[in-house]
């Protein structure tokens, strides 16, 4: 007995937003070694996977964690979470304080 395929909006939409965030990422990959906005390009094409994967978000996390920890190391900036607590706090550094 034959069984029939049926494309399910949820099908269709879940293989449209793989191939368009695959191919994303698969440019932001080749713009490592070509001259290119690889860092822009590759959450991108993560951020375009995670509205349908879950491993694509944990990467993306992973993509942000590591990229603001050593932008944090390279610049020597706090960390945004402890500036948003001081900012919520009123505990802002303005000139005529």
Known sequence: MKTR???S???ARRLVV???GASVLLIGMALLVLPG???VVIPLGLGILGLEFAW?????KTFRNTV???ARSA???APAP???ERARAGKLDRPGD
């Open 5 to 7: 395929f049926k494309f």
């Open 9 to 11: 909006y949820k099908f």
């Open 18 to 20: 793989g191939m368009v």
């Open 37 to 39: 906005p690889a860092v």
């Open 56 to 60: 694509a978000r944990r990467w993306l």
């Open 68 to 70: 603001g920890a050593t």
């Open 75 to 77: 610049f020597g900036t």
């Open 82 to 84: 402890q500036a948003a």
